[in-house]
């Protein structure tokens, strides 16, 4: 058990979704841990990856009245073909550019909180999760890349009788996730390719952490469902996707998502300043998806397509 005095560090968090009827059961609200070890190519949220907090700059909320390069004294601010550009190298994130921009174009992504703070924010929709038997969901980024934080977020949620769920990529040490499941009562983690050269191309990193993690989850929880992100020229084929739920039902899991790859994080990517590598790429067809969920039926396994 924690000690109450440990329980006073500070988590980076970039979003908090209230009445969210994903990601677990019930009505939910999500946390969104900021900071990921990650960089999935299809990342539709961007602002997750830094575990620092920075300046976003909204494009379509811009008017280009030139105020922020005024004020700002780091000379981070310009136009460049009729657009604002941010050097972020040389912003030191006074906040002056976010406080003035009369329209919200300028935006600070991650907000520190303690522990008993995060737990506040989501108590507000309490009588929801009781009613619907609902809970609080954490995302990110990846929750676990502070997982100090999260021990002690989801300990004061258990004492308060909260649901917990966490999403994870599984890329994290087994001994941190193996100290911390006792206080998830879902976990939502990845798989997103077992070969491990492929995992590399499309995610930065190899698999065989995770799937070191997931043979160590499938022996000490139940409450597990593996989630697979569809993703074009990455994993999307029959052998690919059979390959992953061959996997998992071997190991005794025994529910799966199918989440096909969407484009709603591409905007985000010009507001950060980052390059968005799939622009050309098409989400996969309703029929592909209603066969992959029907290979991985045929092994027995509970599928969702969706999160
Ligand atoms: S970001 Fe805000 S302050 Fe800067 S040019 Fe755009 S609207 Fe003006
Ligand atoms: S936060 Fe401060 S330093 Fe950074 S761009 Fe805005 S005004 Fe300039």
Same mark, same amino acid.
């Given at each position: 058990m924690v000690q109450k005095q440990q329980r006073m560090s500070?988590? !980076?968090v970039f979003d908090v979704q209230?009445?969210?009827i994903h990601d677990g059961p019930g009505i939910r609200t999500i946390v969104f841990f900021k900071g990921c070890p990650l960089r999935c190519k299809w990342c539709a949220n961007p602002e997750s990856q830094l575990s620092n907090i920075e300046i976003m700059h909204i494009s379509n909320k811009c008017i280009r009245?030139?105020? *922020?390069?005024?004020l700002c004294k780091q000379k981070a601010i310009t136009f460049k073909q009729n657009e604002i550009y941010l050097n972020r190298k040389n912003c030191n994130l006074c906040? !002056? *550019?976010v406080e003035n921009c009369n329209t919200g174009a300028m935006k600070f992504i991650g907000k520190a909180f303690t522990e008993k703070e995060l737990l506040s924010e989501v108590i507000k929709d309490e009588l929801f999760y009781i009613a619907s038997n609902g809970g609080v969901t954490v995302s990110g980024g990846e929750p676990f890349m502070?997982?100090?934080f999260l021990k002690t977020f989801l300990i004061e949620?258990?004492?308060r009788g909260l649901n917990t769920a966490v999403e994870t990529s599984g890329y994290v040490e087994t001994d941190i996730m193996n100290d911390i499941l006792e206080y998830i009562d879902i976990l !939502?983690?990845? !798989?997103k390719h077992v070969d491990d050269e492929k995992h590399v191309k499309g995610t930065g990193a190899s698999n065989k952490l995770i799937l070191k993690n997931w043979n160590m989850v499938a022996r000490k929880t139940n409450n597990v469902i593996c989630r697979v992100p569809v993703i074009p020229d990455f994993n999307d084929s029959i052998d690919e996707i059979y390959g992953i739920a061959d996997f998992i039902k071997n190991i005794g899991i025994k529910e799966m998502h199918l989440l096909p790859y969407h484009k709603l994080g591409e905007g985000k990517y010009k507001s950060l300043g980052l390059n968005y590598e799939l622009t050309g790429t098409q989400p996969p067809s309703n029929d592909k998806i209603q066969k992959y969920k029907e290979i991985c039926e045929s092994l027995d396994l509970k599928v969702q397509i969706g999160g």
């Open positions: 500070k988590g !980076l209230r009445y969210s009245c030139g105020k *922020c390069i005024l906040g !002056l *550019c502070q997982h100090s949620c258990k004492e !939502l983690m990845d !798989l």
